[in-house]
């Protein structure tokens, strides 16, 4: 069971230069959320999907943009990268949306540094 | 605004003593609450939470109090062990059906 897989694990960009992170969780959840992390910072919130069709803005949107394939995968489009994207991406999935309702499974993360 | 708030980045206690990690939130709408634990290079993984209707839930060695009147919550590890080091986020979800608002983490160094 591999729970939420996230590609690539490590990129390197230039500025300018666009990118997809890939997110595919196994778990037939309905809820898909991708976080960034940064040092001193802790997690926020990027994009979610609350269910299959529908995607929302977080905390820090600016930059990116998200895409619902399906159940299954969520991806975070980079459209033209800056350093001030330079960051750990994390993918999670729930059961359903909202904290209530269980807790998030998180992928390994994905390196992204932007020169 | 940061509604979640861990004010200690850093704690280092020895292996055998108690770990005693602090959140502080500033909504009082919130009523429900998580810790997460990261090792590097991997993802955070859930570890205890705990409703606004309790003050205190236990699970082994880990423990989260609740203090609703002054908006703070606590997580106990006893005995602390090398293999709790980690990063710490307090997370809570602004409502019921919104994703959840991480704090800024506490890492733990556990000497042995």
């Known amino acids: 069971n591999a729970g939420v897989t996230q590609t690539p694990k490590f990129q390197v960009l230039k500025t300018g230069q666009s990118m997809t992170l890939q997110c595919a969780q196994d778990?037939?959840?309905?809820?898909m959320y991708w976080y960034r992390q940064d040092p001193g910072m802790g997690l926020r919130l990027i994009y979610y999907?609350?269910?299959?069709?529908?995607?929302d803005k977080g905390e820090v949107p600016n930059g990116y943009n998200v895409s619902r394939l399906n159940k299954r995968e969520f991806s975070l489009r980079l459209e033209s990268a800056a350093p001030s994207q330079t960051s750990v991406y994390f993918c999670?999935?729930?059961?359903?949306?909202?904290?209530?309702?269980?807790?998030?499974?998180f992928g390994e993360g994905s390196r992204l540094t932007v020169l | 605004d940061q509604q979640v708030k861990q004010n200690s980045p850093s704690l280092s206690v020895q292996e055998g003593r108690i770990s005693i990690l602090n959140c502080d939130y500033t909504?009082?709408?919130?009523?429900?609450f998580l810790w997460y634990k990261k090792y590097p290079a991997e993802g955070p993984t859930f570890l205890i939470s705990?409703?606004?209707?309790?003050d205190k839930n236990e699970d082994g060695r880990f423990t989260v109090f609740l203090n609703k009147s002054a908006k703070h919550l606590s997580l106990h590890i006893v005995p602390s062990q090398p293999g709790d080091s980690a990063v710490y986020f307090c997370?809570?979800?602004?409502?019921?059906?919104?994703?959840?608002?991480f704090g800024k983490g506490t890492r733990l160094s556990v000497i042995a």
């Open positions: 997370a809570a979800p602004r409502s019921g059906n919104t994703p959840l608002v």
């Open positions: 999670a999935s729930s059961r359903l949306a909202g904290g209530h309702t269980g807790e998030l499974f």
């Open positions: 909504n009082s709408m919130f009523d429900y």
């Open positions: 705990i409703s606004s209707i309790k």
């Open positions: 778990m037939n959840h309905n809820s």
């Open positions: 999907s609350a269910s299959e069709g529908t995607t």
